[in-house]
T-cell receptor, first 118, second 115 residues
Framework: EAGVAQSPRYKIIEKRQSVAFWCNPI?????LYWYQQILGQGPKLLIQ????????DSQLPKDRFSAERLKGVDSTLKIQPAKLEDSAVYLC????????????????FGPGTRLLVL | TQLLEQSPQFLSIQEGENLTVYCNSS?????LQWYRQEPGEGPVLLVT?????EVKKLKRLTFQFGDARKDSSLHITAAQPGDTGLYLC???????????????FGQGTILTVHP
């Protein structure tokens, strides 16, 4: 079974530039997550999709971050314009679980995109 | 303020030693998970515990969920260099009825096992 795919793996941009990340979840997984992992910290949820609908985007900085999941499969996360503090690893994860089974949910993570904003 | 506090943040030991990593909170969790993350990769789930007092073993790794479901520990026996990595605990709280909140991660423990 193929895992979660992410691209690019690395990206270096200057502040105020735009950047986009792509994620292809495990086939058949209805739930997709984007996390931000700053060096020395655990992942922080940015946005959760159930199929192509947003379930939770309470921690997404909506003035500069946007995400979409067209057709309920692939997803893109965009930052425009980027700030120095956006330097982090952006992780995509997917899950086949939803609803009342969430406590036992297994999230499968991609390798992440490492973003450096100069 | 971190909802889940992990300790220690860094651990450097010799091969063959035992170690324990702690994950503490003042909040009650419906479930607690432990992940291991290697450099350049995403976290990989090791275990999920859901019952207070629950103990699970995975080869040389022993995971325990506190009786009050506010804390957890990961114990590794006879550590090997292959155990090197970032260990993350993550919890999910019940927010009402059959609704559950998002998965919240601790800041992680970086373990280095020297040959």
């Amino acid at each position: 079974e193929a895992g979660v795919a992410q691209s690019p793996r690395y990206k270096i941009i200057e502040k105020r530039q735009s950047v986009a990340f792509w994620c292809n979840p495990i086939s058949g997984h209805a739930t997709l997550y984007w996390y931000q992992q700053i060096l020395g910290q655990g992942p922080k949820l940015l946005i959760q999709f159930q199929n192509n609908g947003v379930v939770d985007d309470s921690q997404l900085p909506k003035d500069r971050f946007s995400a979409e999941r067209l057709k309920g499969v692939d997803s893109t996360l965009k930052i425009q314009p980027a700030k120095l503090e956006d330097s982090a690893v952006y992780l995509c994860a997917s899950s086949a679980t939803s609803g009342r089974h969430l406590p036992q949910e297994t999230q499968y993570f991609g390798p992440g995109t490492r973003l450096l904003v100069l | 303020t971190q909802l889940l506090e992990q300790s220690p943040q860094f651990l450097s030991i010799q091969e063959g030693e035992n170690l324990t990593v702690y994950c503490n909170s003042s909040s009650v969790f419906s479930s607690l998970q432990w992940y291991r993350q290697e450099p350049g990769e995403g976290p990989v789930l090791l275990v999920t515990v859901v019952t207070g007092g629950e103990v699970k073993k995975l080869k040389r790794l022993t995971f325990q969920f506190g009786d009050a479901r506010k804390d957890s520990s990961l114990h590794i026996t006879a550590a090997q260099p292959g155990d090197t990595g970032l260990y993350l605990c993550a919890g999910r709280r019940q927010i009402g009825g059959t609704s559950y909140g998002k998965l919240t991660f601790g800041q992680g423990t970086i373990l280095t096992v020297h040959p």
